[in-house]
């Protein structure tokens, strides 16, 4: 199956889910539906959603809470992006303008926590203890990792296993948790909800490895955002702690001088970017991901072939060729 089928097959699905974030974005606050819809409907691939919709299916479940838990996600996805570029301060976003850029970092964060709230709420609205435990550890573990990230800004030092931590609570974990839900409102036994979640896990460490490699190796307009970005913003991540391994004495030297400046000029990105190149950062980095893809994948083997676990695999291949 290729992931075109997937979308196809999901379309109706899908759109239901889109159905109940606008409608729960609705709020006396104008700039609240303003902003988020803003980011909402910046081109993101919805691929959280996807995965709980696909999960839920592929345990058997054929009622119609998964939307709503989809829509949850993605609030807490949206609300994690508002406030990373403030963070970061991000100019662009999805191929268009940041929204800090456009209505300022309070309204960001503002329109973040009522995103996360409003996800929370939501979601005990379910009565479902286990859904609950799930959001809540998920939220509070993206939470640590985008400290555990700030922490390591321009930290040279650090290294491959620090960094695979990093991203497996700042971007794994919600997507390992929304293939969870999926389960739990399926009625799964604890062993395939263990591999649903593994799977997650192993997928969402790849999607976020893959975003690595694509940011320094991707035409800007197809990346939707500034190629070079992590560079700029001091990010250590894994194409170039590669580098920093493999590279000579000096070019290793100029490498730290470049991050610890935190103000690097044209000609430092483009050696940077040489660097990267040369010591096939980018070529080590898909290396590793392909690892977790392969993970992933075989945690799905204790499930019954069908439409939907062929369609995990599929995003599964997506994730590792997608050049968005």
């Given at each position: 199956?290729?992931?075109?089928?997937?979308?196809?097959?999901?379309?109706?699905?899908?759109?239901?889910?889109?159905?109940?974030?606008?409608?729960?974005?609705?709020?006396?606050?104008p700039?609240?539906?303003?902003?988020g819809?803003?980011?909402?409907?910046?081109?993101g691939?919805?691929?959280?959603?996807?995965?709980?919709?696909?999960?839920?299916?592929?345990?058997?479940?054929?009622?119609?809470?998964?939307?709503?838990?989809?829509?949850?996600?993605?609030?807490?996805?949206?609300?994690?992006?508002?406030?990373?570029?403030?963070?970061?301060?991000?100019?662009?976003?999805?191929?268009?303008?940041?929204?800090?850029?456009?209505?300022?970092?309070?309204?960001s964060?503002?329109?973040?926590?009522f995103?996360?709230?409003?996800a929370?709420?939501?979601?005990?609205r379910?009565?479902?203890?286990?859904?609950?435990?799930?959001?809540?550890?998920?939220?509070?573990?993206?939470?640590?990792?985008?400290?555990?990230?700030?922490?390591?800004?321009?930290?040279?030092?650090?290294?491959?296993?620090?960094?695979?931590?990093?991203?497996?609570?700042?971007?794994?974990?919600?997507?390992?948790?929304?293939?969870?839900?999926?389960?739990?409102?399926?009625?799964?036994?604890?062993?395939?909800?263990?591999a649903?979640?593994?799977?997650?896990?192993n997928?969402?460490?790849?999607?976020?490895?893959?975003?690595?490699?694509?940011?320094?190796?991707?035409?800007?307009r197809?990346?939707?955002?500034q190629?070079?970005?992590?560079?700029?913003?001091?990010?250590?991540?894994?194409?170039?702690?590669?580098?920093?391994?493999?590279?000579?004495?000096?070019?290793?030297?100029?490498?730290?001088?470049?991050?610890?400046?935190?103000?690097?000029?044209?000609?430092?990105?483009?050696?940077?970017?040489?660097?990267?190149?040369?010591?096939?950062g980018?070529?080590?980095?898909?290396?590793?991901?392909?690892?977790?893809?392969k993970?992933?994948?075989?945690?799905?083997?204790?499930?019954?072939?069908?439409?939907?676990?062929?369609?995990?695999?599929?995003?599964?291949?997506?994730?590792?060729?997608?050049?968005?």
């Amino acid at each position: 199956m290729e992931i075109g089928e997937v979308w196809k097959s999901l379309e109706k699905d899908l759109a239901d889910v889109e159905a109940c974030i606008i409608t729960h974005l609705a709020s006396k606050a104008p700039l609240i539906p303003e902003v988020g819809f803003h980011l909402l409907k910046g081109g993101g691939k919805r691929i959280r959603p996807l995965l709980l919709l696909l999960s839920a299916r592929a345990c058997g479940y054929r009622g119609n809470r998964h939307y709503l838990l989809a829509g949850i996600i993605e609030y807490i996805h949206t609300a994690s992006l508002l406030h990373d570029d403030v963070v970061d301060e991000a100019n662009m976003r999805r191929g268009q303008k940041s929204a800090n850029r456009v209505w300022g970092n309070q309204a960001s964060i503002l329109v973040g926590d009522f995103l996360y709230s409003k996800a929370l709420y939501l979601a005990v609205r379910e009565h479902n203890q286990q859904i609950m435990d799930v959001l809540s550890e998920a939220t509070t573990t993206m939470s640590e990792g985008e400290v555990m990230q700030l922490a390591h800004i321009g930290n040279v030092g650090i290294t491959e296993e620090e960094y695979i931590e990093v991203i497996t609570y700042k971007t794994a974990a919600l997507i390992s948790a929304a293939c969870r839900l999926g389960t739990i409102i399926a009625g799964a036994p604890q062993e395939i909800r263990n591999a649903m979640t593994a799977f997650g896990m192993n997928i969402g460490i790849a999607f976020q490895l893959i975003d690595d490699a694509l940011d320094y190796s991707a035409e800007e307009r197809k990346l939707g955002k500034q190629v070079g970005k992590d560079l700029l913003e001091g990010k250590i991540t894994l194409p170039l702690i590669h580098t920093l391994m493999k590279s000579g004495k000096e070019e290793s030297q100029r490498l730290v001088r470049i991050f610890k400046n935190r103000r690097p000029k044209p000609e430092d990105v483009e050696f940077v970017f040489e660097c990267i190149a040369n010591d096939k950062g980018v070529e080590y980095t898909m290396e590793k991901t392909q690892g977790y893809i392969k993970k992933a994948k075989a945690s799905l083997d204790c499930f019954e072939p069908s439409p939907a676990k062929n369609a995990l695999l599929a995003v599964s291949d997506f994730i590792y060729k997608r050049e968005l």
